[in-house]
């Protein structure tokens, strides 16, 4: 049996997926997917709940009327199935945050912040995605989430040769510091 190898980097354990398998987004392909589909919202952290609430007045303004009722209703965070933290939905479809850029469904946080009107891009899962972060008491594990709504962004970074943490590089310092990055950039080297 072969178990695949990880990567121990301060408090956390990453996947070598991250280092293998290929990923550039492609919304033309996929139509940022990940914002419609699923059973729940975006994974949230708790202090990204005040985060929210502080900025609900400059976010309000960008998204459709739906989203900004289902928020009103529900609040910037809802209790999942699973028990987690998570962005609620619109009618239990889409994340109520989405706004649609005709058929492309994007973020409505982080439209706000590309025009300046909020310092904080978006949730640090949306950022992260296709990773996905499992907490434990002492250490986190870093994960390659594969999803066939994916198979674009999977294709396109194969076809451009970028792996999931060179795409990621900019929310992975975001997460865990730019010390953290370079030594996960020494252990893709060490294992070449």
């Given at each position: ?5 990880m990567?121990?980097i301060?408090?956390t ?5 991250l280092?293998?398998?290929k990923f550039?987004c492609d ?10 589909a699923g059973?729940s ?10 985060i929210?609430e ?10 459709p009327?739906?989203g ?10 809802v ?11 619109v ?9 649609f850029?005709g ?14 009107k909020i310092?904080?891009k978006?949730p ?19 994960n ?5 709504i994916c198979?674009p962004?999977c ?25 953290w ?11 070449k």
């Amino acid at each position: 049996m072969y178990l695949r190898a990880m990567i121990a980097i301060d408090n956390t354990i990453v996947s070598e997926h991250l280092l293998e398998k290929k990923f550039v987004c492609d919304l033309n392909a996929c139509k940022g997917e990940c914002c419609v589909a699923g059973d729940s919202g975006a994974p949230l952290d708790e202090e990204e709940i005040v985060i929210l609430e502080d900025i609900w007045d400059e976010v309000k303004p960008y998204l459709p009327k739906d989203g900004v009722k289902a928020i009103e209703k529900q609040g910037v965070c809802v209790i999942d199935s699973d028990g987690d933290f998570t962005t609620p939905l619109v009618k239990g479809k889409h994340c109520a945050f989405t706004i649609f850029d005709g058929d492309i469904a994007k973020c409505g946080i982080e439209q706000a912040y590309l025009d300046g009107k909020i310092n904080w891009k978006k949730p640090i899962s949306c950022h992260l995605y296709p990773v996905r972060i499992d907490k434990f008491k002492d250490y986190d594990a870093v994960n390659y989430h594969k999803w066939d709504i994916c198979k674009p962004a999977c294709e396109c970074g194969a076809k451009l040769d970028v792996p999931v943490y060179k795409f990621l590089k900019e929310p992975l310092i975001r997460k865990y510091g730019k010390n953290w990055y370079k030594q996960l950039e020494l252990a893709d080297k060490m294992r070449k």
